[in-house]
C-alpha cells in the first residue's frame, strides 16, 4: 500500500513527521535509486527505500518514554561534544526522538518516542497541545510586565531577522522565592529559547525553567535523570489530547529554590 514518504520514515523511527520531511528535501531519501521528493508516496512491500544509502528499516514497535531531564544534557540524538544526550540516560535498544525543544540549561519533562505521527501532533502549533512549566525569574514581575506575557511579546527571529509575536499564554504566580519568583507558564507553541527571550525581553531574567506538563502527561515524581515508560492509558490520554488540543490539568507542584 502506498503511503507518503515521509509517514514511512516516521514509521520507521526517523522523527517527526515534520524531521523526516526535512530529509527528503535534504536529498538523502532514494526510492529505487532516484532522488525523493516531498510529497511522493511508495509502497515498502513493492519499492526500496533508502535513506543515506541504507535500506529503510521495517517499523519499529512504538516506543514511549518519560525522562525527566536534568540541566547540562542535551535534547537531541546526536551529540554535541562531550555534553550528554537524553539518549545516553536511556539505554534503549529503540531508535528513539525527543518529542519539542528542552535546551541545555533547562530541565524537566521530555518525552522520547519512536512515533514520528504523534511526535509531529505533539509539536505542530495547530494542535495547540499545552506545555506547561515552572519559571524562576528574577525578582518581583509587576503586573504589567505579566499581562504583556499574556497577550504575547514581539521576538525577533535569529533565523531570518522578522519580529514575531508570541501566541498568548497562562502565566501567574505560583510562589516566592529568595531574590526571585516561581511563575506557573503554559504555552502553546515552542519556540527556540522562547521562554528565555520572552523573560529578557520583559526584564525578567529566567534563573531557572523546569518543564512539569506536555499536553496530559505530567512529570510526577521523577528526580532528574530518571526515566519510566508511558503506561497504556497514558498513551492513550496522550494521543486524545494531542488530537483534540485538549490537556489541561490541575496545576503542578511548583519546586524548591
Same mark, same amino acid.
Given at each position: 500500500?502506498?503511503?507518503?514518504?515521509?509517514?514511512?520514515?516516521?514509521?520507521?523511527?526517523?522523527?517527526?513527521?515534520?524531521?523526516?520531511?526535512?530529509? %527528503?528535501?535534504?536529498? +538523502?531519501?532514494?526510492?529505487?535509486? +532516484?532522488?525523493?521528493?516531498?510529497?511522493? @508516496?511508495?509502497?515498502?512491500?513493492?519499492?526500496?527505500?533508502?535513506?543515506?544509502?541504507?535500506?529503510?528499516?521495517?517499523?519499529?514497535?512504538?516506543?514511549?518514554?518519560?525522562?525527566?531531564?536534568?540541566?547540562?544534557?542535551?535534547?537531541?540524538?546526536?551529540?554535541?561534544?562531550? &555534553?550528554?544526550?537524553? %539518549?545516553?540516560?536511556?539505554?534503549?535498544?529503540?531508535?528513539?526522538?525527543?518529542?519539542?525543544?528542552?535546551?541545555?540549561?533547562?530541565?524537566?519533562?521530555?518525552?522520547?518516542?519512536?512515533?514520528?505521527?504523534?511526535?509531529?501532533?505533539?509539536?505542530? #502549533?495547530?494542535?495547540?497541545?499545552?506545555?506547561?512549566?515552572?519559571?524562576?525569574?528574577?525578582?518581583? #514581575?509587576?503586573?504589567?510586565?505579566?499581562?504583556?506575557?499574556? +497577550?504575547?511579546?514581539?521576538?525577533?527571529?535569529?533565523?531570518?531577522?522578522?519580529?514575531?509575536?508570541? =501566541? #498568548?499564554?497562562?502565566?501567574?504566580?505560583?510562589?516566592?522565592?529568595?531574590?526571585?519568583?516561581?511563575?506557573?507558564?503554559?504555552?502553546?507553541?515552542?519556540? @527556540?529559547?522562547? %521562554? =528565555?527571550? %520572552?523573560?529578557?525581553?520583559?526584564?525578567?531574567?529566567?534563573?531557572?525553567?523546569?518543564?512539569? +506538563?506536555?499536553?496530559?502527561?505530567?512529570?510526577?515524581?521523577? =528526580?532528574?535523570?530518571?526515566?519510566?515508560?508511558?503506561?497504556? @492509558?497514558?498513551?492513550?490520554?496522550?494521543?486524545?489530547?494531542?488530537?483534540?488540543?485538549?490537556? &489541561?490539568? @490541575?496545576?503542578?507542584?511548583?519546586?524548591?529554590?
Amino acid at each position: 500500500m502506498e503511503e507518503r514518504l515521509q509517514k514511512l520514515l516516521a514509521q520507521a523511527g526517523h522523527g517527526s513527521r515534520r524531521a523526516c520531511e526535512a530529509l %527528503i528535501e535534504q536529498g +538523502r531519501v532514494q526510492v529505487n535509486g +532516484r532522488r525523493a521528493v516531498l510529497g511522493q @508516496k511508495a509502497d515498502p512491500a513493492r519499492d526500496t527505500i533508502t535513506l543515506d544509502g541504507e535500506p529503510l528499516a521495517r517499523p519499529e514497535k512504538p516506543t514511549y518514554i518519560l525522562l525527566h531531564k536534568p540541566r547540562g544534557v542535551v535534547s537531541s540524538r546526536e551529540p554535541q561534544g562531550d &555534553r550528554p544526550t537524553v %539518549i545516553d540516560l536511556v539505554p534503549v535498544a529503540a531508535r528513539l526522538y525527543p518529542v519539542g525543544r528542552l535546551d541545555l540549561d533547562s530541565e524537566g519533562l521530555v518525552l522520547l518516542t519512536n512515533d514520528g505521527e504523534l511526535a509531529n501532533t505533539l509539536t505542530h #502549533p495547530r494542535y495547540n497541545v499545552e506545555k506547561e512549566y515552572r519559571v524562576l525569574v528574577r525578582g518581583e #514581575p509587576e503586573a504589567e510586565q505579566l499581562q504583556a506575557w499574556r +497577550r504575547g511579546v514581539v521576538l525577533e527571529d535569529r533565523a531570518t531577522g522578522a519580529r514575531v509575536r508570541t =501566541r #498568548p499564554a497562562d502565566v501567574t504566580r505560583a510562589a516566592a522565592a529568595r531574590g526571585g519568583t516561581w511563575l506557573r507558564v503554559v504555552m502553546r507553541e515552542g519556540r @527556540k529559547h522562547e %521562554i =528565555r527571550n %520572552i523573560g529578557a525581553t520583559l526584564g525578567l531574567p529566567v534563573e531557572r525553567l523546569l518543564r512539569v +506538563r506536555l499536553g496530559t502527561l505530567t512529570l510526577g515524581g521523577l =528526580r532528574p535523570g530518571e526515566w519510566r515508560e508511558l503506561t497504556k @492509558k497514558e498513551i492513550g490520554d496522550l494521543k486524545k489530547a494531542a488530537q483534540t488540543g485538549a490537556g &489541561r490539568l @490541575k496545576t503542578a507542584r511548583t519546586p524548591k529554590r
